[in-house]
């Protein structure tokens, strides 16, 4: 049993380190997002006390009690990219808002427009306070802040001198930082305990184990038998069992299977739904118990399908192989009759 506890142990590191790796990255980067929004959060500055050479790029910025809003160039499903004037150095440049604040900037310019139109005698008395990350625009986002300037009657020496193509971006507040670092944060642990607990032998041995029991099998007569087993990618098949190793390891005795097939399944995978981008083929074999149950053993190509397939026939003769319409619909209608042939040829041959 001490030999199994190892071989188990060894087979769970292997198993699960990579998942325990990609979580302490989750969790790293979780951490990196907490340390960015604390750093944000001590120091959102005024976006007004800057010029346009002093403004960095993905930092953060507030613009407090503001009514500078002159016009909207762009939309999209979440928000709306507004017109802002900066009076730090007398520059255009863009605004994203959502929700409330969208609404309140649509009556800012609206209010805006009538006094440029001389229908009010002062601009909006409206105001609005945010916070966001500056980011610099899209393609798409300065090509139509430039047409707004354009159909403005601005030339393109007017945009150049008196634009900046950067966008206080209220979508990607300090806060969404926030909830991204702890989620990934959360995640990260979650995942690095989780894979800890099974490279310890926790879930992945104790499901083992209590297979062997359901089964019959000593853990000295399992040990003995993995140490000459014929090892594939997916699965060991030993001499009296099949251990598949899954996200569970399982184990078949071949005293219970019934039905052994190979599968290939190819998927076409396709750039936009239209353009042909290759294909990817699998190839598994499928094994189906006396109790109905379905195991999946993957193989990384055909080769190994073929020699897996032959190993479970020579361990396993008088289990049915091979796929075919009638076959499977006698397993979804009569499958007892399967079970009792193939007890019938086990039985004959013992």
Same mark, same amino acid.
């Given at each position: ?6 071989? $188990?142990?060894?087979?769970?590191? %292997? ?5 325990? $790796?990609?979580?302490?990255? @989750?969790? +790293?980067?979780? !951490? !990196? $997002? ?9 120091? +959102? ?17 507030? #613009? ?5 809003? $002159?016009? !909207? ?24 808002? %959502? ?6 900037? &649509? ?6 427009? %009538? ?36 159909? *403005?009657?601005?030339?393109? =020496?007017? #945009?150049?001198? *008196? ?12 806060? *969404?930082?926030?909830? !991204? ?47 000459? =087993? ?21 184990? @078949? ?6 039905? =052994?097939?190979?599968?290939? /399944?190819?998927?076409?995978?396709? #750039? ?8 990817? @083929? ?9 109790? %109905?149950? /379905? ?40 499958? &007892?009759?399967?079970? =009792? /042939? @193939? ?6 041959? *013992?």
């Amino acid at each position: 049993m001490e030999e199994l506890n190892k071989n $188990l142990g060894a087979r769970a590191r %292997k198993r699960f380190l990579p998942l325990f $790796l990609v979580g302490l990255l @989750v969790l +790293v980067a979780g !951490a !990196a $997002l907490l340390v960015g929004y604390f750093s944000a959060t001590s120091n +959102v500055r005024d976006l007004n006390a800057y010029t346009m050479g002093q403004l960095q790029t993905g930092d953060y910025y507030r #613009i407090d009690n503001n009514n500078l809003i $002159l016009g !909207a160039f762009a939309t999209d499903d979440s928000g709306e990219y507004f017109i802002l004037y900066r009076e730090s150095d007398s520059l255009y440049m863009g605004l994203y808002l %959502k929700g409330s604040d969208k609404t309140t900037a &649509e009556a800012i310019m609206e209010d805006n427009w %009538k006094y440029l139109d001389n229908e009010t005698d002062s601009l909006s008395d409206k105001s609005i306070s945010v916070k966001g990350k500056l980011t610099a625009m899209t393609g798409d986002e300065e090509r139509y802040f430039r047409e707004w300037f354009e159909d *403005s009657g601005w030339t393109a =020496a007017d #945009i150049a001198e *008196s634009t900046d193509f950067r966008t206080l971006n209220t979508g990607e507040s300090e806060t *969404s930082a926030l909830i !991204a670092g702890i989620l990934m944060l959360l995640g990260g642990l979650a995942l690095a305990f989780y894979t800890m607990k099974q490279m310890a032998g926790g879930g992945y041995k104790k499901k083992l184990l209590e297979e062997m029991t359901a089964a019959g099998l000593t853990g000295d007569r399992v040990s003995a038998e993995l140490g000459t =087993a014929q090892k594939f990618s997916g699965a060991d098949i030993a001499r009296s069992f099949a251990l598949v190793n899954g996200n569970q390891a399982e184990i @078949v005795p071949f005293d219970a299977l019934v039905w =052994a097939y190979g599968s290939v /399944h190819t998927t076409h995978h396709k #750039i936009y739904g239209i353009i042909p981008a290759g294909k990817t @083929v699998t190839r598994t074999v499928e094994l189906v118990d006396r109790s %109905k149950k /379905h195991y999946t053993i993957s193989c990384k190509n055909e080769d190994e399908s073929n020699r897996l397939y032959a190993a479970l026939q020579q361990a396993a003769p008088y289990a049915i192989y091979g796929y075919s319409e009638d076959l499977q619909n006698l397993a979804a209608t009569r499958f &007892e009759e399967m079970v =009792a /042939h @193939v007890d019938q040829k086990r039985n004959a041959q *013992s």
